[in-house]
């Protein structure tokens, strides 16, 4: 998706170690955002970024920090990888001429063993 | 608690009939809801939104109807194409609950198959 960009696309951890996930977006939104979503789940929000240097907790934060770099920037850091937060990771921005909605990056597939 | 259902995992169309797909929420503080759609390894896609205001909002293939008494909305798509085969998302949100600046509740999706 054009706009916000995630790196990497796919990953392999072993339970108990550390990982970034990066987010960029050049969309020029200040509010960033990190979802997970699991098999037959919704999206459920992590962790929300409504401006440079905010961070804000979303539904399911444990386990996880979130750095907004700058306005660009949001990443998602795992400190100790565990099985249960395997998972796709989406970050996203707001919806261009819609503030309610949310463009979403392609993902990341993350697989903890 | 689920706040936002989506009670139906998968439905089958034929191409060019109509699709109707469902979502009920339970919380009455909800103003604004959404559509998106998903694709296989890629990012889910704002389709279409509606406010409370509203009891019907069209563009183009796709109207979202809402009942606000009912706590319903639907997707309508018309006439269904084989493109539209996706899993399609409902979601919730208000002003009380942080709009733009804070969560989109997401019911778990319904996925959409266009036969030809």
């Known amino acids: 998706n054009a706009g916000v960009t995630q790196t990497p696309k796919f990953q392999v951890l072993k339970t108990g170690q550390s990982m970034t996930l990066q987010c960029a977006q050049d969309m020029n939104h200040n509010s960033m955002y990190w979802y997970r979503q699991d098999p037959g789940m919704g999206l459920r929000l992590i962790y929300y970024s409504a401006s440079e240097g905010t961070t804000d907790k979303g539904e399911v934060p444990n386990g996880y920090n979130v750095s907004r770099l700058n306005k660009r920037e949001f990443s998602l850091r795992l400190e100790s990888a565990a099985p249960s937060q395997t998972s796709v990771y989406f970050c996203?921005?707001?919806?261009?001429?819609?503030?309610?909605?949310?463009?979403f990056g392609d993902g990341t597939r993350l697989s903890i063993l | 608690d689920q706040q936002v259902k989506q009670n139906s995992p998968s439905l089958s169309v034929q191409e060019g009939r109509i699709s109707i797909l469902n979502c009920d929420y339970t919380n009455s503080m909800f103003d604004y809801f959404l559509w998106y759609k998903k694709y296989p390894a890629e990012g889910p896609t704002f389709l279409i939104s509606i406010s409370s205001i509203k009891d019907k909002n069209e563009d183009g293939r796709f109207t979202v109807f809402l009942n606000k008494s009912a706590k319903h909305l639907s997707l309508h798509i018309v006439p269904s194409q084989p493109g539209d085969s996706a899993v399609y998302f409902c979601?919730?949100?208000?002003?009380?609950?942080?709009?733009?600046?804070?969560?989109?509740?997401f019911g778990k999706g319904t996925k959409l198959s266009v036969k030809p």
């Open positions: 979601a919730a949100s208000g002003e009380w609950y942080g709009g733009s600046q804070g969560n989109l509740i």
């Open positions: 996203a921005t707001l919806t261009r001429g819609n503030l309610w909605g949310r463009h």
